[in-house]
């Protein structure tokens, strides 16, 4: 499988937003639940969202009520949409299957910073 490409991360403010996407190839995106991940500096890769194949979502850490995952079966595309972000978000957000059935990507990097 080829790694997904994740983009629209930035240097945005507290309480600002940010709505990444990502962009995945082959047949293991609609069949699979699909989620996003990131890594804060000096710490391990987390889960933030899921989103299963028929759409139910589930959240984590810090994140329920602010961040919201949605995906596109159609055009093979995930997104997060981030508000009211804090500092604590700043990290690299990656997307992969549930399974991390990918290729680990590039990532993007999201920076809340006043």
């Known amino acids: 499988q080829v790694q997904p490409v994740e983009s629209g991360g930035g240097l945005v403010q507290p309480g600002g937003s940010l709505r990444l996407s990502c962009a995945a190839s082959g047949s293991l995106f609609s069949r699979n639940a699909m989620a996003w991940y990131r890594q804060a500096p000096g710490k391990q890769r987390k889960l933030v969202a899921i989103?299963?194949?028929?759409?139910?979502?589930t959240y984590f850490d810090s994140v329920k009520g602010r961040f919201t995952i949605s995906r596109d079966n159609d055009k093979n595309a995930l997104y997060l949409q981030m508000n009211n972000l804090k500092p604590e978000d700043t990290a690299v957000y990656y997307c992969?299957?549930?399974?991390?059935?990918?290729?680990w990507g590039q990532g993007t990097q999201v920076t809340v910073s006043s």
């Open positions: 989103i299963t194949s028929g759409g139910s979502t």
């Open positions: 992969n299957t549930r399974e991390i059935s990918y290729p």
